[in-house]
T-cell receptor
Framework: AQSVTQLGSHVSVSEGALVLLRCNYS??????LFWYVQYPNQGLQLLLK??????LVKGINGFEAEFKKSETSFHLTKPSAHMSDAAEYFC????????????FGKGTKLSVKP | DTGVSQNPRHKITKRGQNVTFRCDPI?????LYWYRQTLGQGPEFLTY????????KSRLLSDRFSAERPKGSFSTLEIQRTEQGDSAMYLC????????????????FGPGTRLTVT
């Protein structure tokens, strides 16, 4: 079955620390993968995407993610957390060749401590 | 580019009533998507349109739900005979075909309509 799994519903880091949010996928064909961020009472904002080509993709606000086919992973990282990064992050993918159905993980809420 | 807009932002209704939500996509985007997001969950796909054609519907879209995009621009999502289980955030997104066709996979989301059924 096609699926996206995010490990850890809550992650807490100190300001300035490394941010690592984990995402694994299951897809019968090469996937297209995305990370979105959602602030309270707002819609989702696209952070970055992997479609084809370079497996290390850079996004907005200093975030990046690496597509690892052998590990079926697409983890999101940021070297140094800012207070403004506190939000909920969703990994999503077009899996199984679907063009319309974007499958989301359950989300990871990131807290940043001063 | 004014982004995807959704109206209303909030809707409170009594069980059994009908509700309709509107979504205006980014103007040059020909694909439009509807998702439902409940508390603590990621968005779940409901349906999508390419221009005015509805190309895919999720099994989540029961007979009480209907979506239209009559002129290939804005879209409406109607829920008939609402139930408390319909309480959720309803998100709309749009995407463009773009050069090379890969842009269709980049979905841009609106702020959502939060529905509360009492």
């Amino acid at each position: 079955a096609q699926s996206v799994t995010q490990l850890g519903s809550h992650v807490s880091v100190s300001e300035g620390a490394l941010v690592l949010l984990r995402c694994n996928y299951s897809s019968s064909v090469p996937p297209y993968l995305f990370w979105y961020v959602q602030y309270p009472n707002q819609g989702l904002q696209l952070l970055l995407k992997y479609t084809t080509g370079a497996t290390l993709v850079k996004g907005i606000n200093g975030f990046e993610a690496e597509f690892k086919k052998s590990e079926t992973s697409f983890h999101l990282t940021k070297p140094s957390a800012h207070m403004s990064d506190a939000a909920e992050y969703f990994c999503a993918g077009h899996l199984g060749g679907s063009q319309g159905n974007l499958i989301f993980g359950k989300g990871t809420k990131l807290s940043v401590k001063p | 580019d004014t982004g995807v807009s959704q109206n209303p932002r909030h809707k409170i209704t009594k069980r059994g009533q009908n509700v309709t939500f509107r979504c205006d996509p980014i103007s040059e985007h020909n694909r439009l998507y509807w998702y439902r997001q409940t508390l603590g969950q990621g968005p779940e796909f409901l349906t999508y349109f390419q221009n005015e054609a509805q190309l895919e519907k999720s099994r989540l879209l029961s007979d009480r739900f209907s979506a239209e995009r009559p002129k290939g621009s804005f879209s409406t999502l109607e829920i008939q005979r609402t139930e408390q289980g319909d309480s959720a955030m309803y998100l709309c997104a749009s995407s463009d075909k773009g050069v090379g066709g890969l842009a269709i996979y980049e979905q841009y989301f609106g702020p959502g309509t939060r529905l509360t059924v009492t």
